[in-house]
């Protein structure tokens, strides 16, 4: 997962790289409120029902999911899904494009932590 701030650090070093075509000079924490401006305003449309489309990246579009039944897989009962706003991603050509030149990267296997040991107690008798 690549956090918000490396988001904002790598927009930061483009935008420096590009200082000498006339792009203003920017603060690495300017470039993350800016950042976070973004992602603010495609949240907001999309909870307001509007699809964003982000040319060459993908569109985000709101869909209602209806109310439901559902059943409870501890227990057997039943409970009623209320209907909810979900996002939806569709990515462009260009993205799907991109990631089918991809190398897909090898799974790292983690291991379990051991779970410590403590010594056995022993009782009065």
Same mark, same amino acid.
Request: aromatic content about 4%; proline content about 8%; glycine content about 4%.
């Given at each position: ?59 985000? $579009?709101? &869909?209602?999911?209806?109310?439901? +039944?559902?059943?409870?897989? %501890?227990?057997? !009962? ?12 569709r990515p462009s050509s260009a993205l799907r494009a991109k990631l089918l030149e991809a190398e897909i990267p090898e799974k790292s $296997?983690? &291991?379990?932590?051991?779970?410590? +040991?403590?010594?056995?107690? %022993?009782?009065? !008798?």
């Amino acid at each position: 997962m690549v956090p918000m701030s490396e988001v904002a650090k790598e927009v930061h070093l483009r935008i420096d790289q590009e200082e000498d075509l006339g792009v203003p000079s920017l603060t690495r924490s300017g470039v993350l409120e800016i950042v976070k401006s973004v992602f603010d305003i495609i949240a907001l449309a999309v909870a307001s029902g509007e699809s964003v489309m982000i040319p060459k990246f993908g569109k985000f $579009e709101s &869909k209602v999911s209806p109310a439901r +039944q559902a059943r409870n897989p %501890k227990t057997g !009962k039943t409970i009623d899904v209320p209907e909810k706003l979900i996002v939806k991603f569709r990515p462009s050509s260009a993205l799907r494009a991109k990631l089918l030149e991809a190398e897909i990267p090898e799974k790292s $296997e983690k &291991k379990k932590p051991q779970k410590k +040991q403590t010594p056995k107690k %022993k009782g009065k !008798k």
